[in-house]
Nanobody, 127 residues
Framework: QVQLTESGGGLAQAGASLKLSCAASGRSSTVANMAWFRQSPGQEREFVAAIRKIDGGSDYADSVKGRFTISINNTNNMLFLYMNNLRPEDTAVYYC????????????????????WGQGIQVTVSS
C-alpha cells in the first residue's frame, strides 16, 4: 500500500501564492507517477498537474499552465505543487494521487489511472 497525506493548504488572496505538499509513505518506492487533482462543490474532480518519477516529465491542465509548477523529490517521493497568481476559481479541495502501474508510460491526466489518493486539502482564494 501507499499512503498519501497533503499539507500546506489554507486561505490566500487573489494574486498570492501557496505551496502544497504531499508526503508518500508505505511502499512509496513503487510510485511511478504522481498528480494533483481538485474538486469544487457540485463539480467533478478535475486534473491539475502530473509528473513522471523516472525523468520528471510533466503535464498541466490549461487552466493552471504558466501559474502552477509540479515537482517531486525522487528520493522520498515527496510531491509539491507551487501555485502562483492564484485566482478565486482555484478554490477547491486538492487531492494528491499516486500510480504504481505506469512506470514506463507517459504521465496521465485520467483519474482512473491513479490507484492511491490522499484525503484532500482545502485551498480557498478570495478576491
Amino acid at each position: 500500500q501507499v499512503q498519501l497525506t497533503e499539507s500546506g493548504g489554507g486561505l490566500a488572496q487573489a494574486g498570492a501564492s501557496l505551496k502544497l505538499s504531499c508526503a508518500a509513505s508505505g511502499r512509496s518506492s513503487t510510485v511511478a507517477n504522481m498528480a494533483w487533482f481538485r474538486q469544487s462543490p457540485g463539480q467533478e474532480r478535475e486534473f491539475v498537474a502530473a509528473i513522471r518519477k523516472i525523468d520528471g516529465g510533466s503535464d498541466y491542465a490549461d487552466s493552471v499552465k504558466g501559474r502552477f509548477t509540479i515537482s517531486i523529490n525522487n528520493t522520498n517521493n515527496m510531491l509539491f505543487l507551487y501555485m502562483n497568481n492564484l485566482r478565486p476559481e482555484d478554490t477547491a479541495v486538492y487531492y494528491c494521487a499516486g500510480d504504481v502501474n505506469r512506470y514506463y508510460r507517459g504521465v496521465s491526466n485520467v483519474r482512473g489511472d491513479y490507484e492511491y489518493w490522499g484525503q484532500g486539502i482545502q485551498v480557498t482564494v478570495s478576491s
